[in-house]
C-alpha cells in the first residue's frame, strides 16, 4: 500500500465550477500537507501548505485537512481555464525542512472554457 | 530571477553509456534534491543532499550517484544507464530551517530516454 494515495483523473469541469481534489495517507505522523501544481512540461510549483489539522484558504484556492480521517482536500472556486494542470499532493511527518517529503502521484485536472 | 536550472532537457541514449544531467540553482539554497517522476508512481526521490559534501539516498538510488562539491550544484550522474531509468527527472531546492522548506523549488525537468 502507497503511503499517499490520489487519484489520477483526468477530471474535467467546466470553467466556473467548484473543484475538489483529494488525497488519503496511511502514516498518521504526518504533519506538513501541501499542494503543489505542475503544467505541462514544467516543474512542479508550490499551490499551498498546511499544518497540522484545518483549513486555509488563500484567494480562490482552499487547502483542508482531517487528520483523524487521513484525508487531505484542495477546492478550487470559479474554476478557470488556467487552473488546468496536474495538482499532486505532498506530506512529510519531521519538523525539520530536512525530512522527506512524501508525493502523490497527481490528478490531471481540465477545466473546459 | 531566482531558478533551478537543469541541463539537459531532452536526452535519448543506448544502454551503457555514462551520462550527466546537470543542476543549478541561484538562492543559496542547502537541501537539493532529484526526484523521478514515473506515470502512476508520482515524484520518488533518488537522492539529496543537505549541504556540500553532505548526501545520502533516496527511495530509488540505484544506478545513480551524485555529488555535492558545490552549494549550488548537484550533478546527477548514471554510471551505465538502463532502459528502466527512462522517465523524467526533476531536481528541486530548498532552504533549511526549522518549520519551513516545504517549498521546493523545482527545475524545468529532463525527459531521459535509454534505449
Known amino acids: 500500500q502507497k503511503e499517499v494515495e490520489q487519484d489520477p483523473g483526468p477530471l474535467s469541469v467546466p470553467e466556473g465550477a467548484i473543484v475538489s481534489l483529494n488525497c488519503t495517507y496511511s502514516n498518521s505522523a504526518f504533519q506538513y500537507f501541501m499542494w503543489y501544481r505542475q503544467y505541462s512540461r514544467k516543474g512542479p510549483e508550490l499551490l499551498m501548505y498546511t499544518y497540522s489539522s484545518g483549513n486555509k484558504e488563500d484567494g480562490r484556492f482552499t487547502a483542508q485537512v482531517d487528520k483523524s480521517s487521513k484525508y487531505i482536500s484542495l477546492f478550487i472556486r470559479d474554476s478557470q481555464p488556467s487552473d488546468s494542470a496536474t495538482y499532486l499532493c505532498?506530506?512529510?511527518?519531521?519538523?525539520?525542512?530536512?525530512?522527506?517529503?512524501?508525493f502523490g502521484s497527481g490528478t490531471r485536472l481540465s477545466i473546459r472554457p | 530571477e531566482a531558478q533551478v536550472t537543469q541541463n539537459p532537457r531532452y536526452l535519448i541514449t543506448v544502454t551503457g553509456k555514462k551520462l550527466t544531467v546537470t543542476c543549478s540553482q541561484n538562492?543559496?539554497?542547502?537541501?537539493m534534491s532529484w526526484y523521478r517522476q514515473d506515470p502512476g508512481l508520482g515524484l520518488r526521490q533518488i537522492y539529496y543532499s543537505m549541504n556540500v559534501e553532505v548526501t545520502d539516498k533516496g527511495d530509488v538510488p540505484e544506478g545513480y550517484k551524485v555529488s555535492r562539491k558545490e552549494k549550488r550544484n548537484f550533478p546527477l550522474i548514471l554510471e551505465s544507464p538502463s532502459p528502466n531509468q527512462t522517465s523524467l527527472y526533476f531536481c528541486?531546492?530548498?532552504?533549511?530551517?526549522?518549520?519551513?522548506?516545504?517549498?521546493?523549488?523545482f527545475g524545468p525537468g529532463t525527459r531521459l530516454t535509454v534505449l
Open positions: 505532498a506530506m512529510r511527518a519531521g519538523y525539520s525542512s530536512a525530512s522527506k517529503i512524501i
Open positions: 528541486a531546492s530548498s532552504i533549511i530551517a526549522p518549520g519551513r522548506g516545504n517549498e521546493q523549488f
Open positions: 538562492m543559496n539554497h542547502e537541501y
